[in-house]
């Protein structure tokens, strides 16, 4: 029996048997439920009816904004793709690694075609994946090939660089089936960083190595010869006097300099050797093969390149260089210890005479410390007094009578003792001492006058110093002449100051209107070293000069014999022409006192008459009328 109908006869208490008012209560019953089915099917069926109108409404909505998102995806992509056809193209190989099939966007970057690339360089691409078993761990790690760099050239022949990755497809059987690359045009990045690599590695000036640069090339050079043992030489280069270029001519004149002699030097290098510019007017070259050549031939060779004229807008330059020069491993095992030791033979050259070479011995290091303390002490001799003058005579070549002197600064080291000013001099100037020892100069010249003065008050002695161009530049040099002059209460003109023709070329204009302000308290003006500078003739008809010295290095070209010497002729004709006293420097013999007398030259100074003597000795024979040679 149905259950429901079960249940409904249940209720109205049916045993078995249906009376009248049993069958109609019956039936009641039964249609109650019927219509109460009827009811809850028609409620479902709307109920389902409308959920699938919704679920179906729902679903098109889903499927139109997925296809708008698609499309809206797409085109991003196609734009993109687009943007980025100048910079990449996709290709794909087969599983022997040949080229089957190029993006479009091959033309876009290179010019060619996707035919004309595969056949141009689809042997190329071959060689990009390795599947060996290197290459598969590499892959299950990273899931893809480690990117790799080649450089070829587009359709007009323009050299480019691109990057290569790719990605390989393997089947269920875990073989190569097919290659997906990826190819990114670099040559802009590569540009950038070799632009960034020049500012970070190579000298600005002069487009050589850096220190940085020098300081990486050797370290690799190091490692590489670690266990070969090969010697190389390190050489450091300092040229001569390069600041009184710069502080006479300008940087700009200097720079130009520079950039001559570096690519000078460059060229006449082997490919293989390393070249810096460290700073300033110092260089360092590293010679790697020096097995089978004679490295002070090539030494001789680098000096000669630097000693030839330097043309230079209007200026024709002359200059000189000091090397020193460390052997590795000799000298040396560490960057640090063989540039050090290069830097101390370089010195060393410097205190010899400059222009030449010097090889490293362990010994100069004592010369080094020796400088060192000198750097040191010299600011403590000042206030200690220390120093002190000796007096060179300058004599009469008409009558060999002394006229003046030029006063010669001495160092009395309490430990040293007396040290001669090649020692000392050029250490002031690099450190700036020279300024506080110059004024030191005035005063005291100004004081040892006052002192002739007032031992011979009958005659009175004329004395000249020698002026650093370092004191023009940097200090009022009229005011503190002035001043020395009126606190030793001494006549002006028995006071000169002697100046190189270096000084001259400093902004002459400007150096014309110091000089001349000085004249104006009445103190002489000497030039000194005349012939080894710049020659600058046409300054001295602006220039209130009332000496011309004429360098030692004229004296010492006299002949013995008699002959002419045009040069020197030439000088001392100039000087007197212009109404300057000419004075001869360093005459030792008596033919070139002889020479020089004859050619009516004016005054001599030198060994022949008497060395540099001290205060007492000079009053001797500035006392004496005559001196007999």
């Given amino acids: ?23 109609v209560a019956l039936l009641d019953a039964v249609n109650k439920s019927y219509n109460k089915a009827d009811e809850d099917r028609i409620f479902w069926e709307k109920m389902l009816n409308a959920s699938s109108k919704g679920t179906k409404q729902l679903y098109k909505n889903f499927k139109d904004d997925s296809l708008n998102r698609l499309i809206l995806t797409e085109k991003k992509y196609q734009k993109l793709l687009k943007n980025l056809q100048p910079y990449y193209f996709f290709y794909t190989k087969n599983h022997e690694g040949r080229l089957v099939l190029v993006s479009e966007s091959v033309t876009g970057m290179l010019g060619f075609t996707e035919k004309e690339f595969i056949d141009c360089y689809g042997n190329l691409f071959m060689y990009g994946l390795r599947c060996d078993l290197e290459t598969k761990l590499l892959i299950s790690e990273y899931g893809y090939n480690m990117p790799y760099e080649m450089t070829i050239r587009d359709k007009k022949g323009m050299e480019r660089i691109i990057e290569i990755t790719e990605f ?22 590569y540009k950038v960083n070799n632009k960034m690599s020049n500012m970070l590695y190579y000298d600005a000036l002069t487009g050589i190595s850096n220190r940085l640069h020098l300081e990486v090339l050797m370290e690799k050079l190091l490692l590489d010869n670690y266990q070969k043992k090969n ?3 390190v050489l450091f280069l300092d040229l001569d006097h390069f600041k009184h270029i710069n502080d006479t001519l300008g940087h700009d004149i200097g720079d130009s300099l520079l950039q001559q002699i570096a690519e000078s030097i460059k060229k006449s290098l082997n490919h293989n050797d390393i070249f810096a510019r ?45 090397i020193g020069v460390a052997i590795y491993p000799e000298d040396g095992r560490s960057i640090v210890d063989l540039m050090k030791n290069a830097d101390i033979a370089m010195y060393k050259s410097k205190s010899s005479g400059r222009d030449g070479f010097t090889f490293f011995e362990e010994h100069f290091n004592t010369y080094v410390h020796t400088e060192m303390n000198l750097i040191q002490d010299m600011s403590e001799a000042i206030e200690n007094e ?126 014309a209107y110091k000089l001349n302000k000085i004249k104006s308290l009445n103190i002489g003006i000497s030039l000194d070293d005349f012939g080894t500078g710049y020659s600058t003739l046409s300054y001295l008809d602006k220039l209130s000069i009332d000496e011309l010295k004429i360098d030692k290095a004229f004296i010492d070209a006299i002949p013995k014999d008699g002959d002419k010497n045009i040069l020197l002729d030439t000088i001392i004709t100039m000087g007197k022409t212009l109404n300057m006293t000419v004075v001869a420097e360093g005459v030792e013999y008596e033919y070139q006192r002889q020479y020089l007398e004859d050619k009516l030259c004016d005054i001599y100074q030198g060994y022949l008459f008497a060395k540099p003597v001290t205060k007492q000795e000079c009053m001797q024979y500035f006392s004496e009328i005559e001196k007999e040679v």
């Fill in 231 to 233: 010697h190389f030489a």
């Fill in 386 to 511: 220390e120093f002190l003058f000796h007096y060179q005579p300058k004599v009469l070549l008409s009558s060999n009578e002394m006229v003046a002197a030029e006063a010669l600064i001495r160092w009395n080291h309490p430990k040293m003792g007396l040290i001669y000013p090649d020692k000392f001099i050029d250490l002031a100037e690099n450190t700036g001492l020279i300024l506080k020892l110059g004024r030191w100069v005035i005063k005291e010249a100004c004081r040892s006058i006052a002192w002739f003065n007032e031992v011979n008050p009958r005659k009175k002695l004329k004395l000249s110093i020698n002026i650093s161009i370092r004191q023009f530049q940097h200090e009022d040099m009229y005011a503190i002449l002035k001043d020395a002059i009126e606190e030793y209460n001494i006549d002006a003109s028995q006071l000169s100051i002697e100046i190189t023709e270096s000084i001259m070329m400093e902004n002459n204009k400007e150096m």
């Fill in 168 to 189: 390989p497809i393997f089947n269920e059987q875990n073989e190569l089936e097919e290659v997906e690359g990826i190819v990114r045009d670099i040559t802009e990045h």
């Fill in 278 to 322: 460290i700073g300033g007017d110092e260089f360092v070259i590293v010679m790697k093969d020096i097995e089978d050549v004679d490295l002070t031939v090539k030494l001789h060779d680098l000096m000669d390149l630097i000693r030839q004229p330097w043309i230079v807008k209007e200026y024709e330059l002359t200059v000189s260089v000091s």
């Fill in 1 to 23: 029996m149905n259950p429901l109908l079960k249940y409904q006869l249940h209720t109205i208490g049916f045993d078995g048997k249906l009376d009248e008012f049993q069958a």
